[in-house]
């Protein structure tokens, strides 16, 4: 009998039973790919969070080796600064990161600059021009007359300018005597055309049954939660100054404001803008004594539900507030008040001004008694500060002029040259809005 078969056996046997090469496990991990597209220079910032922790920020495309589950992968607004104003851009993702053992699952994230943002907005209601402008930040930053990077001709006489927390325009027609409010989207924004708004908001009576919510609108002005202040310039309807809420801002229609301040108080509410605190300030002209008022509401005034008296009024003067048209706050606090030329009762010419207070000079109800007084202007009709800290004045004469004031101009008085003089064109109204606004003049 040979025994070759049998040791053939056995040494198949042994090999099978040892082998030197087994197979390798079933992976545990995979992939998440994260592409990043955004333009040169942007600090783009993508945050992936998911299973066991995991918390990054990434500022490029990579590559995560992750255990299976499933991220979220987001990328907030982004500002590229600007010397005069930012642009922002807005982040992407095409999709949620799903994970798989032994995949590659490709998220994509491409930034684009936000519509309207990165720019100097005014509004013109004039008879011949009339319309929404946007000037640039590279066009305010030398001077001269450059023409609009965006103009807008939505049909009416657009008087005031506020944007919301998602970048849309909102704007009114000054030709309405009852009051309309206009909402244009944040895609009619970019480029030069006649827009149609997307929500209209039209007047509705007051449930004191003596005023109306809109009338004569002069000013707005959106604040920390979203809400929206108008202010109200109709001796008639002593509507004084109204808030929107979201939700009523959310669709077209004539919604009653839950709050109403100073319905009895004002004669014209010519401007309305919010201090670093949260308070409320609001001016009222009276033309006819060539002197205004400036009321302040604090914070906590604000969030009460009843119409109550400001904590400070600033009572005009042959010297200070003689006709104030325009309030602006810098990142110090300081309150800031343009007024336009008048003459006096001995048909004497009293210069346009604008002033300074401190926030102790607005602490206390009294006397106005500006700090600094800036003079040279025709009719400043509109104040607004820019990344820098300088002061931009629209002043309304023939041309319709912007001047910029450098931090260091702003600190005596007198009337000192402007750094930039960019001319706008016509137009006989316009509060000088920047959007977004000032990093340093966020509103908490």
């Known amino acids: 009998m040979s025994r070759r078969p ?22 545990s991990t995979g992939m998440l790919r994260i592409e990043l597209s955004a333009p040169q220079g942007l600090a783009a910032a993508v945050r992936v969070t998911g299973p066991g922790g995991m918390d990054r920020v990434l500022t490029g495309s990579e590559t995560l080796e992750l255990e299976p589950g499933s991220y979220a992968v987001a990328a907030n607004d982004v500002r590229f600064p600007g010397e005069v104003v930012d642009t922002l851009f807005r982040g992407t993702v095409s999709g949620p990161g799903e994970v798989t053992a032994g995949r590659t699952t490709t998220v994509q994230v491409a930034y684009a600059r936000r519509p309207g943002t990165g720019g100097l907005w005014l509004a013109a209601s004039g008879v011949v021009d009339r319309g929404l402008s946007r000037f640039d930040d590279l066009q305010l930053r030398t001077s001269g007359g450059p023409a609009p990077a965006v103009s807008l001709s939505p049909g009416f006489y657009p008087s005031a300018v506020a944007f919301d927390g998602e970048g849309a325009l909102w704007t009114t027609d000054s030709s309405f005597a009852s009051g309309v409010l206009f ?5 009619a924004l970019d480029h030069s055309h006649a827009p149609l708004p997307d929500r209209v908001l039209g007047a509705a009576e007051l449930p004191s049954g003596r005023s109306l919510s809109l009338a004569g609108i002069q000013a707005l002005a959106f604040d920390a939660s979203g809400h929206l202040w108008v202010a109200n310039c109709a001796p008639g309807y002593g509507t004084g100054l109204v808030r929107f809420t979201p939700a009523q801002l959310a669709r077209s229609g004539a919604p009653v404001p839950p709050r109403v301040l100073g319905e009895s108080l004002f004669t014209c509410a010519g401007d309305v803008a919010l201090d670093p605190e949260g308070g409320l300030w609001a001016l009222n002209s009276e033309s006819l004594l060539h002197r205004g008022r400036i009321h302040g509401w604090t914070r906590d005034q604000v969030a009460l539900a009843d119409d109550v008296p400001p904590a400070v009024s600033l009572a005009g003067s042959p010297d200070a507030l003689r006709l104030p048209t325009s309030l602006a706050f810098d990142a110090s606090g300081n309150l800031w008040v343009a007024n336009c030329s008048v003459v ?7 210069p346009a001004t604008v002033e300074r207070y401190s926030a102790a000079a607005r602490a206390a109800s009294g006397p106005a008694r500006p700090e600094v007084v800036l003079t040279g202007f025709v009719c400043p009709v509109g104040l607004a500060f820019d990344n820098a800290g300088a002061l931009w004045v629209h002043d309304a004469d023939a041309l319709s002029r912007l001047y910029r004031f450098l931090p260091h101009q702003l600190t005596e008085t007198g009337a000192p040259t402007p750094a930039v003089a960019v001319t706008a064109g016509p137009s006989d109204t316009g509060r000088p809005v920047l959007h977004p606004r000032p990093a340093a003049l966020a509103l908490d």
Do not use: D, K, Y
């Open 6 to 27: 049998l040791l053939l056996a056995i040494v198949l046997s042994a090999a099978c039973g040892s082998n030197p090469n087994p197979p390798p496990p079933p992976p």
């Open 344 to 350: 006096a009762n001995n048909n004497q010419l009293l």
């Open 183 to 187: 909402r244009l989207a944040p895609e």
